[in-house]
Nanobody, 125 residues
Framework: QVQLVESGGGLVQAGDSLRLSCAAS????????MGWFRQAPGNEREFVAG????????SYADSVMGRFTIARDNAENTVYLQMSSLKSEDTGVYYC??????????????????WGQGTQVTVSS
């Protein structure tokens, strides 16, 4: 039902910041718990961050906690991932995902039924 499009990826240096955006269409963003996932070459797709429908509940992977911030603007049908203090280990394709399920925020990619096409984030060191 909902279509997701990520943007904001690019090539940055270690220590830099980057803000990813996920624009939703075909559905209201407030109907979905949103998640960010990433996939590095040769690795499985892993959970990065998730946010509840109203933004009151947030979950982060241990590897990004304190450096990344997830936020949503339901009025604009957009979810964001603010990434700071980027490391080479953060390199990968970042995906926006949506699920119509209830809390808690789930970390398994299989729990999300809607996905964007991904945006490449490359951190040089």
């Amino acid at each position: 039902q909902v279509q997701l499009v990520e943007s904001g990826g690019g090539l940055v240096q270690a220590g830099d910041s980057l803000r990813l955006s996920c624009a939703a269409s075909g559905g209201t963003l407030s109907s979905y718990i949103m998640g960010w996932f990433r996939q590095a070459p040769g690795n499985e797709r892993e959970f990065v961050a998730g946010i509840s429908r109203r933004g009151s509940s947030i979950s982060y992977a241990d590897s990004v906690m304190g450096r990344f911030t997830i936020a949503r603007d339901n009025a604009e049908n957009t979810v964001y991932l603010q990434m700071s203090s980027l490391k080479s280990e953060d390199t990968g394709v970042y995906y926006c995902a949506a699920t119509g399920s209830s809390l808690p925020i789930r970390r398994s990619a299989n729990s999300y039924g809607y996905w964007g096409q991904g945006t490449q984030v490359t951190v040089s060191s």
